[in-house]
């Protein structure tokens, strides 16, 4: 067991955020949310040096990924930026971090789930952006887990469910991609497993995701016969 550690985590109203809170509830959890601390802004470092954790969990981030498109400039100063303040404060404080990273760092043409090991290819602006955080905390923090991790949902936040449901309630049929494929992961199984991983220190880069594997078409299909609507009609372009 484990003593009561002072553990930060940004982001701490978003999916990941809440779920971590949950979690850790054995330790003194310091939560920081957006509306308190702009992970961008310069005097994000000092903010979190004064905090004092022992251990900090890099959750925030922008997520939204056609914004990030529409955005890159704001994108690069919250995911990349953002990630390197906080990187630059753990330094400080020889306090481990955990960057929550994400699989958009690769192009998507492996054909295969991707391993830790394998060459970071970033398509979008997101991917890019979130890509150049994970490095900034990799050069930055030697005691550093980089969490990457796929496809999240919780129940009552805005997500690929969410948006389905929103949606098929707006419209007569839907068009979903079934060439994207991915692992959904249900936020509180990632908190359970990121806090195993803490519990237990060895540093590095690890894929923590739900089993199996689905295309945004299937994984649409299956939210809306879940929710009683496997007449919905769902097509693919
Ligand atoms: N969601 C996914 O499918 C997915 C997949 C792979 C990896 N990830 C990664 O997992 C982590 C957690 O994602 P999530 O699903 O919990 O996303 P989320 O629900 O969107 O939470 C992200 C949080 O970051 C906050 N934030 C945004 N800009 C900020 C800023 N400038 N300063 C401080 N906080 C800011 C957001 O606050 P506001 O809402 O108030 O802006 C939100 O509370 C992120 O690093 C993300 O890149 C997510």
């Known amino acids: 067991m484990q003593p009561p550690m002072r553990i930060l985590i940004t982001g701490a109203n978003g999916q990941l955020g809440r779920a971590l809170q ?19 802004a310069d005097y994000s470092v000092d903010a979190i040096v004064a905090l004092f954790p022992e251990l900090v969990i890099h959750a925030a981030a922008m997520t939204n990924v ?6 890159p400039d704001e994108a690069y100063r919250v995911n990349a930026l953002g990630a390197k303040h906080i990187a630059q404060a753990c330094a400080e404080l020889n306090a481990p ?74 419209r007569p049929r839907l068009n979903v991609v079934n060439t994207e494929f991915s692992s959904p992961t249900y936020a509180p199984d990632l908190a359970q497993a990121i806090v195993a991983l803490v519990s237990h220190p060895q540093y590095g880069t690890y894929h923590l995701s739900n089993e199996g594997v689905t ?23």
């Open 22 to 40: 949950a979690a850790l509830s054995d330790h003194h959890v310091i939560p920081v949310a957006h509306d308190t601390l702009d992970v961008g």
């Open 66 to 71: 056609d914004a990030c498109e529409r955005n």
């Open 97 to 170: 971090l955990v960057y929550v990273g994400t699989d958009y760092i690769f192009d998507g043409l492996k054909g295969e789930p991707y391993l830790e090991t394998d060459a970071a290819n970033p398509i979008s602006v997101y991917g890019r952006t979130k890509l150049e955080g994970e490095n900034f905390a990799r050069a930055l923090v030697p005691k550093h887990y980089i969490v990457r991790t796929s496809w999240v949902y919780a129940r009552g936040r805005n997500n690929f469910v969410t948006k389905i449901l929103a949606l098929a309630a707006e």
């Open 215 to 237: 295309s945004r078409f299937d994984y649409a299909r299956a939210i809306l016969d879940e929710a009683g609507q496997a007449n919905y009609p769902l097509d693919h372009p």
